[in-house]
């Protein structure tokens, strides 16, 4: 027995295919104006958006110099003991921070918007 498409066939069949495509445009990934929010003391300082490369340095009780390339942030030089913001390397996460203890400065990865509702560590 050989089956035959009727109309109805075809527009169930178009129905479900735009309804896939409604949903897929739906809950595609939009595009975030992400920045770096900079603190010392626990004051936000300064805020440098991820979509332009920039080199600044910030004085506290030391040195730390902070580079944003290519929609990432890192502290790049320090003359803190230890240098383990220097080692935390790039991020570009909001669930990701670069902490100085000694020079008491923080680099925390925020967005105008975020479908982030708390991160556990």
């Not at 080199?55 to 003359?79: E, F, L």
């Not at 220097?86 to 680099?107: D, F, K």
Request: hydrophobic share 45%; with cysteine.
């Amino acid at each position: 027995m050989k089956r035959v498409w009727k109309w109805g066939d075809a527009a169930v069949v178009g129905a479900v295919l735009l309804a896939a495509l409604f949903v897929f445009l739906l809950f595609l990934p939009k595009e975030e104006a992400a920045y770096a929010a900079v603190y010392l003391d626990g004051t936000l300082i300064d805020t440098l958006p991820l979509n332009e490369d920039v080199q600044i340095t910030y004085t506290g009780n030391y040195h730390s110099t902070v580079t944003v390339r290519n929609g990432k942030v890192a502290v790049t030089a320090s003359d803190c003991p230890g240098e383990d913001c220097v080692h935390s390397g790039w991020v570009n996460t909001p669930a990701r921070s670069i902490v100085c203890l000694p020079n008491r400065l923080e680099i925390r990865i925020a967005a105008d918007t975020s479908d982030v509702d708390f991160v556990v560590r």
